[in-house]
């Protein structure tokens, strides 16, 4: 053992087994106190760490229990321990090993040190190490969109906090790390999570070099309506949008009062024609053997009957689309004036069938005279004129009628609510007329949900109208560019904001739930489609992540678990990652956290929850589990790949701080006489 590290040592070890070893200390000591030669070194805190060296390495183990026994012969009859003459001992784990010389800090060991190896206190260069600390940020030069050369610093790490054990010591995150994969950030309500949301995205935009995290793009989903003042006072250099679903048009007009770090304010709407048939099917629970196909032919045909002059697209010539158009038309209507209805019933439903749907050849103007027909008249007689219309009619419609057409598949292309609702009533009315008299039946229930979903005003951010659409309503591309802050500029992007707060504060979980799941699926299409790939990351922050990503199917409408758990399987390698936050990971779908590379972990008394993180981290000791039900607010426990140690530390104030402070009761209960209350009328 070298001279410098024989004077920092304070024992031996007299104990080794495989979950823990004994030190125990030197005597003449009446504490755990030892004077060395840099300073003075309280070796007793639980989560301080030790070194014990081998031949080419530090064993470092963490401290997690300490005690003492009076070995004096008087300790029989004394009133107090002698601890002068105490045997003094520490219970620790390895936790990992680092060279002697330079390198850094691995985690994990695979060499126990031996009996009676000589244990040293840990220096602040060797915390420096542990905690990688050291890494000074990177001088780099690069070209800018004009093509001039640029110079500036390029972080490797963000400060996220002091440590909880040693002093003033700040405790650091490799930014690759922590942002290159998905994030959990865990706790009971009121222990800090928002604080911790907010702090850690604050302390990627605070720097005074001269690159800033404008390519940074977060795009937060605010459930409880706390973070639009967390990001009011950001550097110039970074621009936020705010979005507020709300059907308060009173409420839209003030949307922007005292918010100032938001260059674009607006209502959260979500075109309805950017979802899926699935998403449809999930929003209208729609059965899978009956409705879902008959909800999948009335999407198709909103496509087909477009409600204003849009491009086509669908393959193949318009006049085969037009082809198409006259096919269903002319069925539908030969199979109504075949059924047994009587005459006005069938004029009645033809007629709203055309003034909804109709094309050149077959419109109002070209059916509604052949529609009655008076039976039992001669060739010659008075109303002889009616046969000859209605033959007339007959012919003209058997004409259009086809072999049965591919009909074209939905095309989300723009629609409102009400022509989804007389599309599908087309797309009964087509599967009666091929002979499935029973489909109306079966689908009652799709066409009663669907009324619902467009009658409910909860449902107004989605039921965008199609007159006067700008680009981001027509295109899934265009909308998704605006929530990310980019414009485009010939072949080329330029980002103009890097903050998307879209704040879902006065929507029902149901809302919440579909809000979240589209969203995050359009974001995600649009990144795997993007050329080149994973060049421009993305990070999704899920608030109250339980509330739509849980572990059991929604009792709501859209499973937003799917979406996210796709994004959570494959976002990494087209730049898509997840920050979770959520007060009860036992209820989080357990293949979202089974992906999650970086854990935040605040304080988390629920055993069941204690349970979840115990199974997802089985490289973390008991003892330090064991903590977590007793961390103070502020303080959490870090642990992944963007750190080299787990490490309990306090979180680094955010300032501004979301709008998440717990209630003072005592100073707003006790007021005097005709009070003035906060409330705003």
Known sequence: MARDDASRAIGKIVSVSADRLVVELHRGSDNFTVVGFDDVHYVATLGSYLMVPTQSEYVVLEVIGLREKDFSPAYGNAAEMDKTTAAKFLDVVPVGSMPVQGGSFKFGVSTFPPLYADALYARDEDLDRIFNVEQPADRETKTDAEGAQKEGTVP?????????????????????????????????????????????????????????????????????????????????????????????????????????????????????????????????????????????????????????????????????????????????????????????????????????????????????????????????????????????????????????????????????????????????????????????????????????VSDNPDFEFLRASVEGLQDYDREPTHFVDRLLGLAREGTSYRKDRQICIIDLNDASDEIVELASAVVARLIFDRMRRATPRNKMPVHLILEEAHRYISERPSRFAIDAGITFQRIAKEGRKYGAFLIVASQRPSELSKTVLSQCNNFIIHRIQNPDDLSQIKQMTPFISETVLRRLPSLPKQHALIFGSAVKIPTTFRVRDADPTPNSDDTQVRDLWYVPQNPSLHWKA
């Not at 196909?293 to 037009?322: H, I, Y």
């Not at 709203?352 to 039992?376: M, P, Q, V, W």
């Not at 009652?444 to 949900?449: A, P």
Request: glycine content about 8%.
């Open 156 to 452: 490797h790490t963000i400060e996220i906090g002091t440590s909880a054990v040693f002093k003033d010591y700040p405790v650091k995150a490799q930014l690759d790390a922590l942002f290159g994969g998905h994030v959990a950030v865990l706790g009971n309500t009121g222990s800090g999570k928002s604080c911790t949301v907010a702090s850690i995205i604050q302390s990627v935009f605070d720097r005074a070099e001269e690159f800033w995290a404008i390519g940074a793009s977060f795009v937060l989903f605010d459930v409880n309506g706390e973070y639009r003042q967390a990001f009011e006072d950001m550097p110039w250099q970074i621009q936020a949008s705010y979005f507020k679903a709300t059907s308060s048009e009173a409420e839209a007009e003030v949307l922007d009062e005292g918010f100032i770090g938001a260059d674009l304010v607006d209502r959260f709407r979500l075109p309805h024609w950017f979802m899926t048939v699935d998403e449809w099917a999930l929003l209208l629970r729609a059965s899978e053997k009956t409705q879902l196909p008959a909800l999948r032919t009335a999407l198709g045909l909103t496509t087909l009957f477009q409600e204003e002059p849009v491009a086509d697209v669908v393959d193949g010539a318009s006049d085969d689309l037009k082809g198409v158009r006259n096919h269903v038309l002319a069925k539908i209507i030969l199979s109504i004036l075949n059924d047994d209805a009587s005459v006005p019933s069938k004029e009645g439903r033809i007629l709203a069938l055309l003034h909804t749907f109709s094309t050149d050849e077959i419109c109002r103007g070209t059916i509604k005279a052949g529609l009655y027909n008076d039976f039992g008249q001669f060739k010659d007689g008075r109303n002889s004129s009616t046969s000859e219309n209605y033959e007339a009619v007959l012919a003209l419609l058997q004409n259009q009628v086809t072999d049965e057409p591919v009909l074209p598949s939905y095309g989300n292309t723009p629609f409102s609510f009400g022509r989804l609702q007389a599309a599908l009533d087309l797309a009964l009315f087509y599967e009666e007329a091929n002979g499935n008299k029973q489909i109306r039946e079966y689908c009652s229930q799709l066409v009663t949900r669907l009324k619902s």
